[in-house]
C-alpha cells in the first residue's frame, strides 16, 4: 500500500458533507463523550468464543481441505470446483509475526467475524522485529549481505500461518511490496533508485532476479508446522508479484526522469534498440513523429490590428524556434476525469494606466479572474514586459495578494477568440515569476457551460524572463467562443507576463538529433508534444512489462512448482496499460480507498495529515468503488485487495458494508480490507493508526454483517453487463494521453469520452474489452445522471438527495447515511432512528440463511462513529496529528424504532455485549404478524439479537 493522495483529490469532490451537529475540537472526556450519547465499547481483539454472531462456520476447515485454489471463469474454485469468495484483510509488518500463544486467537478472531483469508503484506522490507530479514547489526535497520531469514521471525510467521489454515483462512502472499537491493549487495547507486524499486524488475534484469530468488527461498521453505512447502501448500490461494508496480506510471508521474546511472542509460539504449526493430529508416521515423507542419499566419488573433487612424501596431516578436514547445500535459480534474470548470467571479483590473494603443495593442483585453476566496490584482504596464532587441515592451503584472481554496484561484483569460475547431495555432508569450511556479495554459467555451476544449500544458515561471511557445488545438470551438486560459496556480507572489502571440499553424516535429544513428533519448511524458512518441514510448514500456509478467510466471510455476493463481500488479498502476498487463495474470486486482489521509505532499508524516470527513454513503457520484469498477476485465475474476476508508472519520461504519454489498453486486471475487493489524499490541482497547480495524469498533461491529453480504451472496449479482471496448491502439493512445499522475482519472477520462456517465457503475455491471466499437448497448451507457441510483436488480440504492444508501435483499436489510429524523423503510422492514442519531448504518442479517420475513435467528447492526478517550480534533475534524488519544474507544448510541414482518407467533430481543453474549432482554411486541421495538444508547452496544420461533 502506498500514498495514493490523488485519488483524495480526485474521488472527494462529489458531494460535501451534510449538515451535522459535529462535537467540539476539544479533547473527548468520559464527560464531554457521554453526554453526546457515547459509551465505551470495544470488542476484545483476542476473543474467538462462539456467540449468536460467530461466522467461522462459513470457513471449510482446513483452508484448501479440497484441493488447490484455482481460477474458473470469473471466480475462484477450490479442488472440488466450488465457487470461493475471498473476504480477507491485510497483515503488515509486526503483524505478520504475532507471538505464538496470540496466534490461535488472532486466527480463531478473523474466523469469527466472517474473514476467510487474510493478505501478508509489507513483511520482506524490513529486518526483525518489523520484518523477515536478519539484521546486520544489533540496533541497525539494514540486513545481512547476504541476506538471511531471521529464525525467530520466520518461526513466528509459520507458526501463524499454520494456525489461520486450521481456522480456514487462506494466505496471500505478497511477494515484493518494500524490498530494495543496496549497494552492499552489488547495486549502483541504489538509493537513488524509485521508491521500493517499484517498477524495477521490468527495467532491470538483476533486480528482475532479485524478486525470483526471494520467491524461491520463501515459497521452497516448508513449513515445520504443516510438513509441507508454501509452493505446495493448498491452504495458500494466491501470490501476488510486484505490489503497486509498473514502469508505465514510473513514467507518467515523472519519476523515470530521475532514474540514476547505469539503469538511465541501459534502458536508453533499450529503447533505441525497440525504435530500430519497429522502423525500417530515418525517414520513416522522421514522417511517424512529424506530427504537424503547417505555415504561421500573418494575422495574430491576440494583437488584431487598429484603425489606420490610431497608427500601425507595435511590431509584435517573432516566435523563437528554440523556445519550449508543448502540446499537452496534466490537468486539474474533476472525478469524471475531465478539467476543472472555471466557476469564477470576474473582476476587472485594478488599474488601467495610460498609453499609446500602439504600445499596448490587446493586453487590455485580459482580465484576471478569481475564485475560492483569492484576491489579486492586474496591472498593465508599459514597461512592465519583457525586453525583446533590447526594448522593453508592455506587459501585464499581477500582485496574487491571497490564495483561495480551489487550485484555479488565479487565472489571467482572454475570451471570444475566433479558433477553429482542431485547427493547430501557436501561442507564444513571455514571462517570469518571483518565485518557482507553474502556469497552465488551457483552452474553454467563454460561456455556460464552460466545456473544456480539451487542451491543457504546463510551463515553468522562474525570476528570469523566458519566450514559451505552445501548439494547440481548441476540440469543439465556436467562433468568437473561445476563452485562452493562464492559470497561474494557486501561490501568493508577482507574475509578469507579456510578448503574447496567437497565430494559426505551428509545426510539432522531434528534433533532426533524434535519429535511429545518433540516438534518441527518454521521453518525458509531461513535457514531450508529440502524441506519436509519447505512445511509441508507452508501447516499448507496455512490452518490458509483459515481458517481466511471462518471466516471473514462467519461473514460479515452472521452476518454483507455484499451483494457484498469481497476479502480477494491480491493473490502475500503468492506467490503460496496467490493465492490458494484467491481462496476462490469472486475475486482474486493484486498490481503492475511500478518503485516504492527504499528507500536502510531504510524504507520510505523523502530524501533517487530514482525512476528509465525509459519509461515502453520501455520496454516490464520488464512489471510488463505482469508478474501480470500469478496470474490470469481462472473462476474469477482479479483486480488490486494498480497500478501507481514512481513519479517523466519523462514517467508518459505512466501509465494509458498502463494499461487500458492491462487491456482490458487481459479481467481484475477492475484496481485502487494508488493513486488520500493522504495528503494537494486538491486546489494545483503542484504534490507532489510518487503517488497522482491529480496534476500531464500528468497522469490527459491521464486519459480519459485510461478510454475509458477500461471502453468502445476500447480494445478488448484476444482470446488466455495460462493456467498454478498448482495441490495442486505442488503449496505448488513451496511455498516451494520460492526464497527471495515474490513479483513477485516466479510466474516467475514457469512460467520459466515449460518452458514459460518472455513475454508469452504479446502475449496471460494468467491464472492460478489447473488441471494436464503444458500447455493445450505448443507451445503457449515456443515460442522464439520476438523482437516485438503483442497481439492476433493485437490490440497491443510492439515493444522492437525501444522503442514503440502502440494500433491500431478501436476507439482509441495510442502510447507510443521513437516517436522523427519518422512516426508512426498506422493503418490509422500517427503521425510525432517533435525530440525535444524525448519521448511521443499520443492518438487519438473517442468520439461518433463510429470507429475513422467515428468519428464526437475526443480527440487528447499528453503529455511527468512533472516537478514542482524549483525541483532540482540528477545528474542521480532519486531523487529530499525533493526539490520537488513549483507550477505550467510544462509540455512538443509535436510538431507533425497528419493525419487521415475520411468521412468527412468539419473540424476543436481546441486547449483546461486546463479545455477542446476550446482556439483557428488550421489550418488544409481536402483533398482526409484526414485530415492534425500540433501542437506545442506554444498552451501550451496537449489536441485537433477535429470536424468533
Known sequence: MRLLSLLVALLGLAAPLRAQSLPSSSPGTPASLGAQGMFPFNPPPLDDAPTVFDLSYLNEKPAGARGFVRVSGENFVDGGGKTLRFWGVNLNFEGVF??????????????????????????EGNVAPRGIWKTGAIGSTRPTVPREFDPQQLDRMDFFIAKLIERGIYINFNLHVARKVTEAEGFTNAAFLPDKDKGMGALDARIEAQNQEFARRLLSHVNPYTGRAYKDEPGVCAIEVDNESSA???????????????????LRVAWNGWLDRNYSSQAALSRAWTELNAPLSSLDLLNPPLPRSQGAPAPVPTVDPSAPTILSGPMDLLPDGTVAPPSFTPRAPASRPVAAPETIAGLDRWKLNLAGGASGTVVRDDFGGPTIDGIVGPGLSLNLA????????????RDGLNLEDNKPYTLSFWARADTRRTLSVNLWQDAQPYKSLGYSANVTLGPDWRQFTLVMRASGAQA????????????????QLGGFSL????????????NLRGGVPLIDARSEPIFAVRRDFAKFLGELEAKNVAAMRRFLREEVGVKVPIWHSQAQFGGWGGVRRELLSDVVDTHIYWKHPDF?????????????????????LGDPLAALAMLRVKGKPFVVSEWNSGQPNDFGAESLPMAAAFAAWQGWAGVWIFDYHSSGAFDRNKFEGFFSIDTQPVKMATAPLAALLFRREDVATAKEEITLNLPDEVAWSEVATTPGVVAIAPFLKTWNGAGAPRGVALNGRASNG????????PSAATARVPTVFRSDTGQLTWDNARGIWSVNAPRARVVAGFVGGRKIEVGDVQFWVAPSSNWATVGLSSLDRVPVGDSKKLLLTLAGRAENLGMRWNSARTSVGMDWGSGPTYVA???ATVKLLTSARQARVWALDERGARRGEITSTLRSGALKFAVSPVWRTLWYEIELS
Open 98 to 123: 504475532p507471538d505464538k500463544a496470540l496466534a490461535p486467537k488472532i486466527a480463531g478472531r478473523l474466523a469469527k467475524f466472517g474473514f476467510n483469508s487474510v493478505r501478508l503484506h509489507h513483511f
Open 248 to 266: 508505465l506510471s514510473l513514467w507518467l508521474d515523472g519519476s523515470l526522469n530521475r532514474l540514476p546511472q547505469p539503469y538511465a542509460e541501459n
Open 402 to 413: 491571497r490564495t483561495g481554496s480551489v487550485p484555479w484561484a488565479f487565472q489571467l483569460v
Open 480 to 495: 468568437n467562443r473561445t476563452r485562452l486560459s493562464l492559470n497561474v496556480s494557486n501561490q501568493a507572489g508577482g507574475v
Open 503 to 514: 497565430r494559426s499553424g505551428g509545426r510539432i516535429a522531434v528534433s533532426r538529433e533524434w
Open 600 to 620: 500536502g505532499g510531504t510524504g507520510w508524516n505523523g502530524g501533517n495529515w487530514t482525512v476528509e470527513n465525509q459519509s461515502l454513503a453520501a455520496s454516490p
Open 770 to 777: 478489447q473488441n471494436r466499437g464503444l458500447f455493445a448497448v
Open 893 to 895: 448510541g443509535i436510538g
